[in-house]
């Protein structure tokens, strides 16, 4: 519980500070190969920038007011040649050169067949996530992207309305997901950690609210967790949960949402059945409580304006207890949060 | 050419301010010492009454331009329409064997007496007066300003009238409905009428008979919990509709639950109706089952079958011209504050106006379960 608290506390506040000052979603402090890789690139830029500034400089503080000789040699059809085409050529050929070798490796272009694989598909507002089980069956899931440790991860990344961007900058470089296209892109987490990621490009009213979050675990831990995750929704225990997902099945929630090992097997929004193991609801705009669970449901248009799933205000405060115990009993038995 | 002179110029231009102001001045003083006579037993003198008369008619007309008159022949809309004439119109404008009421022979302008004459007026025009009303004449504006389908229905219904008799009419806006004749001390002690002004059986029928007009939804087995819902939305103006809102509004919160009872336990009236193409069937069942993943659209069964929640209509065996009518009305942006309209608002809206029409024929083409059957 205590955990929880603190979690939400890190991103309400990283929702404030866009990052700054916690390194859950920042460029600068890369915990992957690839955020490394960029920002060793963005600190050469940095260096190289200060380094032609301060020539510019000295030039033009020669040029005014140094001796006659300096401006002389400042004049020279030599000097121009040497830092106003060869120095630019040569030093933005190299700096080209790395950038694509670097975003050769980022773009997953030789397609390691090593890499894991997980599909995400950019909706608006929220992410399908699609991992492969090991005996090849899709797994699908939401929002939150689990990944091992220490292993390259190969994301096949897509769009099924309008253009969005996959961006979780403590990892890695931005790409577009784009409608009808299938783009690529590699990250491998250093550590174990929960870094946050960002739609990074408009895609309609809830865009500032479509995030997203890579949890990335220990190889064994993460093979277990999958093991879990592929299996079908835990079964209602309590009165109150059976309660719920009968009104869960009887409000239609099935025609959009997919609960497996139920009769709800809707493929419109985001696949519910280890909706209790996530850590936050409607798509990272609020930490899972049941609380927010009612909320979401009942005036889900206020917390996420222009979300597709229409407010069920109809429903009662027993029956909505009912609805958010169920969906909050929907985890993997020894999943952990 | 003759100059006028500055100075006389500037006296017909004070004139004219002077005349103004006292004209100004003297309404005012008449208003504000009570002369003129408002009352409605006095009537107004001819040349005041044709100023007026003319003037209305003249208002109607240009403010009925641009509105596109649809076809009205059809069955289904007049016979509606004469259902609502019967509840809503009938009490101040007569009706073939209605008489105007005394109480509204004694407006002014006393409304026209329609089963006996009726003014030359287009569609468009008559479609412009019944869903605007008209000032100053006690002519109210139809109820739910959203609705324009139902005002057409009750213009259509004023097409046919001057061809219809006292027995063709009560037929028609009874709707098959027989009152028998009430004893003495019933007349003397009930409120029921036999013109069943705010029965509902009138247009939604009862017992093994269903609507009389197919733009009138079958309630034969509908759960209770969506009857009452429905109920209450339209008496708390949740839901607008110029024909139901009036009729729920007299109704308290156990009549509602007590009609919602009677019909709740109704078996499903007669057959369903033969399918016009057993394609359109397929393509509205295969929509019903499996929705439209590419336009968003789920599958309407997910709400709407037998062990749904209450509060959600069921739809098998609804008549085809009333779904499309419904579905077509929240494709054309209708709003609505009802909390379910809330959730199929924007599901209709996603539909082609195919698809409309082949789920609405599916639904027609079942047949509905007998009450009893359904998962309470």
């Given amino acids: ?165 996959f961006w979780v900058p403590s990892l890695g470089g931005k790409v577009d997901m784009i409608p009808g296209r299938t783009t690529h892109l590699r990250l491998t987490a250093e550590r174990p950690g929960t870094y946050r990621g960002q739609c990074a490009e408009y895609c309609g009213g809830a865009h500032a609210l479509m995030a997203l979050e890579v949890i990335a675990m220990p190889a064994s831990e993460h093979a277990a967790w999958l093991r879990r995750a592929a299996m079908p929704a835990r079964a209602p225990q309590s009165d109150i949960e059976q309660r719920g997902q009968h009104l869960f099945l009887g409000a239609g929630c099935g025609a959009c949402h997919t609960v497996r090992g139920t009769a709800a097997a809707g493929k419109l929004g985001p696949d519910l059945t280890q909706m209790g193991a996530r850590r936050s609801v409607g798509i990272d705009t609020m930490p899972l409580t049941h609380d927010n669970l009612v909320r979401f449901i009942t005036d889900g248009q206020h917390v996420k ?8 205000r109809f429903l009662q405060p027993p029956e909505l207890d009912a609805l958010a115990a169920y969906l909050l009993s929907l985890k993997a038995m020894d999943a952990d949060g | 050419m003759r100059t006028i002179p500055r100075s006389r110029l500037l006296l017909f231009v004070r004139l004219i301010v002077l005349g103004l102001t006292s004209i100004v001045l003297g309404g005012f003083l008449l208003a504000w010492s009570g002369l003129y006579n408002v009352a409605a037993s006095r009537g107004h003198w001819a040349v005041i009454d044709a100023i007026l008369t003319f003037g209305m008619t003249n208002s109607v007309k240009t403010h009925a331009l641009g509105i596109e008159a649809r ?67 006690g002519m109210p504006a139809w109820v739910a300003q959203e609705r324009d ?114 019909y709740a336990g109704l078996a499903p009236p007669a057959t369903p109706e033969p399918p016009s193409s057993d394609e359109a069937v397929e393509r509205g069942r295969m929509l019903a089952t499996r929705g439209d993943p590419g336009a968003r659209i789920p599958p309407c069964m997910d709400c709407h079958n037998t062990s749904s929640l209450e509060v959600y209509p069921r739809l098998a065996g609804q008549h085809a011209a009333y779904m499309a009518n419904r579905l077509r009305l929240w494709k054309n942006g209708l709003t609505s504050r009802s909390s379910t309209d809330a959730i199929m608002a924007p599901i209709a809206r996603s539909l082609s106006e195919q698809q409309i029409e082949d ?7 079942m047949h509905a379960p007998a009450p009893g059957k359904q998962n309470h």
């Fill in chain 1, 1 to 165: 519980m205590r955990h929880a608290r603190s979690f939400a506390t890190i991103v309400a506040s990283s929702v404030v500070l866009g990052g700054c000052g916690r390194d859950v979603q920042s460029m600068l402090a890369p915990k992957g190969i690839q955020a490394e890789q960029i920002a060793v690139l963005a600190w050469l830029l940095f260096g190289f920038g200060i380094f032609v500034l301060a020539i510019v400089i000295a030039a033009t503080w020669l040029a005014i007011g140094g001796s006659a000789r300096s401006r002389r040699i400042l004049a020279q059809e030599n000097t121009v040649l040497t830092l106003g085409i060869a120095f630019p050529v040569v030093t933005l050929t190299l700096l080209l050169g790395y950038g694509v070798w670097l975003t050769r490796a980022l773009l997953d272009t030789d397609r390691d067949q090593n890499a894991v694989g997980i599909e995400v598909v950019g909706e608006q507002w929220w992410w399908r996530v699609t991992y492969l089980a090991p005996d090849g069956t899709p797994v699908a899931s939401a929002n939150e992207i689990r990944i091992p440790v220490a292993t390259p991860i190969a994301f096949k990344l897509k769009a099924s309305d309008v253009i969005h961007s």
């Fill in chain 1, 305 to 312: 304006p222009g979300n597709l799933m229409p407010e069920f």
């Fill in chain 2, 71 to 137: 076809p009205l022949d059809s069955k289904d809309l007049v016979t509606l329409g004469a259902a609502h004439f019967q509840s809503g119109c009938a009490l101040c404008h007569g009706a073939p064997g209605v008489p105007v009421s005394p109480i509204a022979q004694s407006m002014l302008p006393s409304p026209p007496d329609l089963s006996k004459s009726m003014r030359e007026w287009r569609d468009r025009e008559l479609f412009w007066i019944v869903k605007n009303g008209i000032k100053y004449t």
């Fill in chain 2, 149 to 262: 389908d139902e005002v057409w229905a009750v213009v259509a219904f004023l097409r046919r009238l001057p061809t219809l008799d006292a027995a063709a009419y009560r037929d028609m806006a009874l709707g098959g409905l027989t009152v028998p004749a009430q004893s003495g001390r019933e007349i003397a002690t009930t409120e029921a009428t036999s013109g069943a002004v705010s029965a509902c059986a009138r247009c939604h029928g009862e017992k093994q008979r269903g609507p009389n007009s197919r733009l009138v939804p079958v309630l034969h087995g509908q759960p209770v919990g969506f009857l009452m819902a429905a109920l209450e939305d339209y008496a708390n103006a949740r839901r607008p509709s110029g024909i139901m809102q009036p009729l729920a509004s007299d109704l308290s919160a156990d009549d509602r639950e007590r009609v919602a009872r009677y």
């Fill in chain 2, 359 to 365: 789920v609405s024929v599916y639904f027609s083409s």
